[in-house]
């Protein structure tokens, strides 16, 4: 079953703006990832913000947290074309199985 | 490139056919990981080892199934009698638990069943 789900579905936007996907998740949570995956290839890990952190940076990623809402915001700035790509939030919840649990994605296009 | 490496990286085979998949997780990982991808959708978790055990099996892991990770190092994805409906990319991940819970993830394998 899927515990996230991100929004949008999809994506497009113009080089050099920013993109904001969104990801709402079920039940309290360890942390939260955010994946990206370029077609039909395997996921990179991007960023992990666990549930007593509010925001975290990394290069031109900023993610935020609200465990009150369940919610999560992935934001990349000045976008590039090599941006390009399948977007996934994951949840890390219960005991220590380190288990992840995906939403569907967003497809982010980066026209150049 | 994130260190796991999966083989084959395709596979076709018909219905009714066992089709077996490797995994080779980062040599330090104590934990690997399998999922399951389909089209349009997020990784679907179907099992794990912590070395060579096998902690946790999903009710999507049907008794045609089978996964195997012996000595802690490479693991084995079998499927037996293949549907069609197991047609889907199959991804492997590993991660160094407790230290990290980042999961580093293979290529993937994509099974088309005729």
């Known amino acids: 079953s899927q515990q996230g789900e991100e929004d949008p579905q999809a994506l497009s936007i113009q080089e050099g703006e920013n993109a904001t996907m969104n990801c709402s998740y079920k039940?309290?949570?360890?942390?939260l990832q955010w994946y990206r995956q370029n077609s039909g290839r395997g996921l990179v890990h991007l960023i992990l913000?666990?549930?007593?952190?509010r925001e975290k940076h990394s290069g031109r990623l900023r993610v935020t947290l609200d465990t009150s809402k369940k919610s999560s915001s992935l934001l990349i700035t000045a976008s590039r074309a090599a941006d390009t790509a399948s977007y996934f939030c994951?949840?890390?919840?219960?005991?220590?199985?380190?288990?992840?649990?995906f939403g569907k994605g967003t497809l982010l296009t980066v026209n150049p | 490139d994130t260190g796991v490496s999966q083989d084959p990286r395709h596979k076709i085979t018909k219905r009714g056919q066992n089709v077996t998949f490797r995994c080779d997780p980062i040599?330090?990982?104590?934990?690997l990981y399998w999922y399951r991808q389909t089209l349009g959708q997020g990784p679907e978790f179907l099992t794990y080892?912590?070395?060579?055990?096998?902690?946790?099996k999903s009710r999507l892991l049907s008794d045609r199934f089978s996964a195997e990770r012996p000595k802690g190092s490479f693991s084995t994805l079998e499927i037996q009698r293949t549907e069609q409906g197991d047609s889907a990319m199959y991804l492997c991940?590993?991660?160094?638990?407790?230290?990290?819970?980042?999961?580093?993830f293979g290529p993937g394998t994509r099974l088309t069943v005729l």
């Open positions: 991940a590993s991660s160094l638990v407790p230290r990290y819970n980042e999961q580093f």
């Open positions: 039940t309290s949570i360890n942390n």
């Open positions: 913000i666990r549930s007593n952190e």
């Open positions: 994951a949840t890390e919840s219960g005991g220590s199985n380190y288990k992840l649990t």
């Open positions: 040599s330090e990982h104590n934990r």
């Open positions: 080892f912590q070395n060579e055990a096998q902690l946790e």
